[in-house]
Structures are given as C-alpha cells and as structure tokens.
C-alpha cells in the first residue's frame, strides 16, 4: 500500500508504537508519586527501562527490519511509513530520558536519607577507596578482556545490551586510535562496601576509573560508557526450514541468531567526546538519532536484588505493606476440587486469590482413578513448576497426558524447549504451535469416566501457568463442568492435534478463524440494539487495541449511540471523545501494584448480558495470527462476581488515568467521590473473604462435632 492508496479514517486513530510510549511513560510516572514507597518508585524505573530494552529490540526491531523491505509499508493507524514511524519513536523516547534521570536523582537522593547509597567514585576516601582498588585488582582485571581497534584488531560484535567502556586513544606516534572493554557478565553487578549501611558502586563506573591503567601503554583522550541494543525480532516462520527436522533444534539455532541481529540503538551513560560518538556510529551503522544520552545507568534490573541487603526497618518503611495471596473464600479446603467444579463453577482472582486450587485440581486430576486424560497448552512457566511435576505424576499413573507447548513465547523460548524435553522424557505427548501461528491460549482439559459417563472439567485463563506471575499479575481462571464449554474444550485439542485450524465450535470463540468474526457480530448486536431504541453497552478490558477493523466498528458503535467503556493497560490506537467519531467511548488504564492483565468482554448489561473472558488481546497478532480462545461465562454466580470487579474498576480514581481526545493521559476527577484504589480494595476484599470462610469454617467444625457428641449421647 502506498500514501495515495490510504484510506482509513485517521482522526480517530493513532500510531500504535507512539501510543506504547505514552503507556510506558504512565508507568514512568509511577516513580515519582508520593503515595508510593520510595523503593517501589525505584523499582518503576527499572521496569519503565526494561520496558524501553523490549520496545527496542522487538518494536524497533521490526519496524526497522519494514523499513528494509522495497515494497513500502504504511501503517493503517497513522498513515506513517515505517522510516516515518522510526523517526517518530526517536523524536518520542528523547524526552523520557530526560524524564526518568529527574526522577532517578531525585529519588536516589531520598534514599541516601536511609543510608541507602548509589556511589560513584569520586565520593570515595579512605578506606571505601582502598576496598575498591583492592577488589579491582583482585577479582576484576584478571578477568578483562580489553580490545584495541586497529587493522589488524577489528571492531568486535558488542553483545546486545551488554555495558562496555569505549576509550579513544593516542599512542607514542600521537595516532589516534579506539579500544573497548566489555563488563564482566559473571560478575557481580554492584560491589557492596563493607559496613552497616547500605553503600555500593556499580562495577561500570569502576572499570571507567581504572580504564587508564587497563590501557596504560597509551594515552587515553576520553572515555565513555556506551550499551548496544540489537533487533530481536526474530521470526521462526520466515525462516525456512525443513519439515522433518526437529522443531527445537530450529529454535535452538534461531537464538543463537538473535544476538548478532543489527543495532537499533546506542546508549551513552554520562558525557562522550564528538569524535567517539562519530567512530561508534560509524561501526554500528547507527545515525545520530539512534544515540540516547543517560544519566540513570544503563542497567537498571539490578534494583531487585537490592531489597535483600535492606535493614528491617528500611524494608517495612520502603516498600508496600505486605500481602499474600489469600485462599479463595468461594473454595472449601477440605473438600475435593474436582467434586466441587462437578457441582458448581469456581473463578479465582489472582494475584489476590492463590493458584493453589488450580494446581490442587491438577494434583487431584494425576492420581483420581476415573481421570483419562489431561490436555493443556503451555505459553509460560515458572522456573520451578508444580504444575510439570503433576503432569509427570499423571503419567506415571497411567493418564494420557497431551501437552500443546509453544516454543515462540518471546524470550521464554529456551525455558520452554527445557520444559518439553523434560514433559518429553517422562512419558507425556507433547506437540508444538503452528508454523504461522503461535498457540497463546491458556486452556486446560481433564476427562474423567464415572458410572460409565464421560465428564469434562475445563479451565480457562487470561494468564499463563505460571507460579510466580500469579503473584504479580491481576489474572482470572475459571474452572467448570459444563457441558458445553466441556465439548468444545475437547473439539479444540482434537482440532490442534490434527493441525485443523478451521474447527467449528459451539459457544466458544476461537482465533483465528472464529474469534474475530464473532466480536464483531456481538458489537453489531449493541449496534443494533442502539438503532431500534434500546441503550447498547459496551465493556472490554485487555491490554491492548491495535486491530483496524475491530476498533472502527468500535467507533461505528459510538456514532450508533451505543456506551462503550474500554479499560486498555497498555497500547490503544482508538482515540475516544473525537465529536462525531468516537464520542460515546472512554477509556481508562490502570497501572498499579499488580500488572494489570485479565481480558473481559461484556456486550449488553442486566440479564441478557453476554460475557467472555480469556487470552485475547484485541491485536490483529491476536485475532488473525495466533491460537486463541475467548470462553463463554454462563454460571451467573461467576458472571456477577466479574460484574462487580467491573464496577470497581469504572470507579477507580487513584490508578486510573483516562485517555483523552489529545492522545494524552489524565487523572480522573474526584469530585466529591471518595478515592478508590481499584488493586488495594480487591486485596482488602480478599483478606475479608478469607477471613469470613474461616469464620464459617469453624463453625461447621464445632457443629460436626456437637453433632458426633449429640450422636454419642443417644446411643
């Protein structure tokens, strides 16, 4: 497509990447407000950057990878070709440089009040001084490997976001010359200095101080800390392979590419001469625009392991009061999970519920004498997983154990070729995603026969099987026997063992044939609803919008009358409020303790309300390129327990930020409203539900036992 043959209406919509960036910068925003523990605020900045790491080396990487290509490329949101958009994600992300170093200073500084130092090396004296030059020389030059760039040294591969330290240097000839030193990976990032209190150098700044002696045969004329970023967008499916050979072995090899794919962009901590910074870009093949200049260090994951060094004091003072995930008040603890789900459905709330009665069910399902099977697809896992050990002990036990792994879950990929060889080696069938289609839905099916019936126990997610983000994502799953639900369950994992793409279901909607088709046939119902008179409703959470042909049916909706309300985390390409376009649509994101990431979708309101919930984003990725699943919710117990959390979510004043017609993100107003934490009230509703079942809990004990007494006595 080229400009002349663009043909989307543009003022409702926006770049897609460009509205990732101002998602990005609300979590920036993060760190700077009061409310938040100080340690919290630096932990914002850490994720804002690791964030940034991502957009570059995927987004960039693949808009940069369009950019290559003759045919030209026009985005169908902005009408941008791809060198357009390039120029325009430069242009955006300089500011949020300047943005997050503000913030970082400002709350390092508060964190020296704590005794909590980020030090570099001029502030050292003393006996700190010598530690470091003792600790230099013992444990960090024998382990450098200092490279100097000349004809018969070439410019080295520098390691995708890996810290060097690049020196220009003059020899005894007075020629001008270039070396590097890269930072030790297997070394400690931040060198502690003895003492009581928190104080500590980051190994970077060390090695630019002792950069002369390194390089002590010349003269060094400047010196810089410099991070390469390099495209990695790698896509298994547009590289040829054989059929018959080993999927994972091809994804083996695909890894191993990613590292050496081209620089996107170069990063420079601190000061660098013009002469430098020409001889890098020169190397990277990179343009001035590519080069962004830090303050805040260029390596930020190293806050997490911060809180362990911590006083007590410090960590109840720095950080958010704790909170575990409670038991779910809806599930009796002494009673099976499977007879349960048999009588009616659970939905549990993570990460204010626990995961446990999923993976109670599971360990159930492993040794139950009438379970045959269990089907499941795997996107994510934990490091440690409970869940692969009860597929393993299902197996042992004689169950046909089906596992549906893919392999592309970006860089998760070598976590997952791990995990199937080990599913593989205890006995259990695992098969892989589709050649242009990543299988990203999270389902689960156990089929028991009793009294000579087949039964089926379904669960469906908006999250993945993952212990540890359980406890960090907001997440449903819900798990039922119904029928319905039960047979389309099993259609789905006949239908992907046979690689049939096309399956026909009954209730559920299933990408990427079905899924979006059947959006757009339920947003059509509000629509008609709207035209004869009646109010349409709207409501959809997800984390992101970017699918063309949903988001102007969304805005056809709007101009129809029907009340659309979009709770989007992250990228929204749909501008509401734009008069006579998308005026009756608001949206709002919340960004907050927990990573937002449950997917909603409600059409209508009351009684005749139709809901889903699932895996799907609204992204084209999503509805036309992966396997997903969107699940009917038909228990109404279940169905009013997602309204409630809905209504909570619409009153959210304190994360909440609304999406305006300018692109532009705001507080909600409060008026006389009180304020509303959307994640503190569910957490503050799930320890008083935890506590009201112990509270029934007990009594059912104390009765069981007047009863046994009572029984006793009459005999």
């Not at 897609?16 to 100080?38: D, G, H, I, M, Y």
């Not at 382990?143 to 410019?155: E, M």
């Not at 139950?368 to 597929?391: C, F, G, H, M």
């Not at 409600?602 to 036309?624: Q, W």
Request: proline share 4%.
């Amino acid at each position: 497509m080229t400009k002349a043959d663009f043909h989307y209406d543009a003022s409702y919509t926006q770049d897609r990447e460009l509205s990732w960036l101002k998602f990005n910068q609300r979590v920036l925003e993060e760190a700077k407000e009061s409310s938040v523990p100080l340690y919290e605020r630096l932990k914002f900045v850490s994720i804002f950057t690791s964030n940034l790491d991502e957009f570059f080396m995927v987004r960039v990487g693949s808009i940069y990878d369009l950019s290559l290509l003759k045919k030209t490329h026009i985005d169908n949101k902005s009408g941008m070709t791809p060198n357009e958009q390039l120029s325009a994600i430069f242009k955006a992300v300089t500011p949020l440089y300047k943005q997050r170093d503000k913030i970082f200073a400002e709350i390092e500084e508060q964190l020296r009040q704590y005794d909590i130092c980020n030090l570099g090396i001029k502030e050292l004296a003393g006996k700190e001084k010598k530690f470091i030059d003792d600790y230099f020389h013992s444990y960090v030059l024998p382990v450098l490997s200092p490279q100097v760039v000349d004809a018969h040294h070439p410019f080295p591969h520098l390691v995708n976001k890996s810290i060097n330290i690049v020196v220009m240097l003059r020899d005894e000839d007075k020629k001008t010359l270039y070396g590097i030193l890269p930072m030790p990976h297997l070394l400690p990032y931040l060198v502690f200095l003895p003492g009581s209190s928190v104080r500590y150098v980051q190994l970077e700044r060390i090695l630019l101080e002792y950069a002369d002696e390194v390089f002590q045969m010349y003269e060094i004329t400047d010196k810089a800390i410099v991070s390469v970023t390099r495209n990695a967008d790698i896509n298994p499916d547009d590289e040829s392979f054989d059929v018959e050979d080993d999927y994972r072995l091809h994804m083996k090899k695909l890894l191993k590419k990613r590292a050496r794919l081209a620089p996107v962009r170069l990063e420079v901590l601190g000061d660098i001469c013009p002469d430098l910074l020409k001889f890098l870009c020169e190397k990277l093949k990179l343009k001035p625009e590519q080069v962004f200049h830090s303050k805040c260090p260029l390596k930020m994951s190293y806050v997490f392991s911060l809180l362990e060094k911590f006083s007590l004091p410090n960590q109840r003072q720095l950080t958010y009061p704790p909170f575990q995930p409670q038991y779910p008040a809806s599930v009796v603890k002494s009673e099976p999970m499977i007879r349960q789900i048999l009588r009616q459905d659970i939905l549990l709330f993570y990460p204010y519920e626990q995961m446990d009665p999923f993976l109670r069910l599971l360990r159930e399902a492993s040794t139950d004498p009438n379970v045959i099977s269990i089907k499941i697809t795997i996107y994510r896992l934990a490091n440690q997983s409970k869940l692969i050990e009860y597929l393993t002990t299902a197996v042992e036990n004689n169950k046909d154990v089906t596992v549906l792994m893919e392999l592309r879950a970006r860089f998760d990929e070598q976590s997952n070729i791990d995990w199937s060889d080990v599913l593989e080696q205890a006995g259990c069938k695992v098969i892989y995603g589709f050649e242009n289609f990543k299988v990203h839905s999270k389902i689960c099916l156990i089929t028991r026969r009793e009294k000579a019936k087949i039964q089926h126990i379904t669960q469906v997610g908006t999250g993945n099987y993952n212990e540890k983000t359980a406890k960090l994502y907001t997440d449903f799953c819900l798990m039922t026997a119904n029928s319905q639900i039960g047979r389309d369950a099993a259609a789905f994992f006949q239908n992907m063992a046979i690689s049939n793409l096309d399956g026909q279901y009954s209730i559920m909607l299933v990408a990427p044939t079905g899924l979006k088709t059947g959006i757009m046939k339920l947003i059509e119902g509000e629509i008609s609803k709207a035209r004869s008179g009646a109010q349409g409703k709207i409501f959809m959470k997800m984390n992101s919008l970017t699918d063309r042909e949903i988001i102007d049916k969304l805005a056809e909706a709007s101009q129809a009358g029907v009340k659309i309300d979009l709770n989007i985390r992250g990228i929204c390409c749909l501008i509401p409020q734009v008069e006579g376009k998308t005026d009756n649509i608001r949206v709002f994101s919340i960004v907050g303790r927990f990573l937002e990431h449950p997917r909603i979708y409600r059409f209508g309101d009351g009684a005749d309300a139709r809901m889903y919930i699932g895996s799907a984003d609204m992204m084209t990725r999503n509805t036309e390129r992966r396997v997903e699943i969107l699940c009917p919710v038909l228990d109404r117990q279940v169905e009013a327990r997602i309204n409630r959390v809905i209504e909570v979510l619409l009153r959210d004043n304190v994360k909440a930020r609304v999406l305006q017609s300018n692109a532009l993100y705001a507080k909600i107003p409060r008026l006389d409203a009180p304020p509303l934490d959307s994640q503190e009230y569910f957490m503050n509703q799930a320890v008083l539900g935890t506590s009201k079942r112990a509270e029934l809990d007990a009594k059912r004990e104390t009765n069981n036992i007047f009863k046994k007494l009572f029984a006793k006595f009459k005999k």
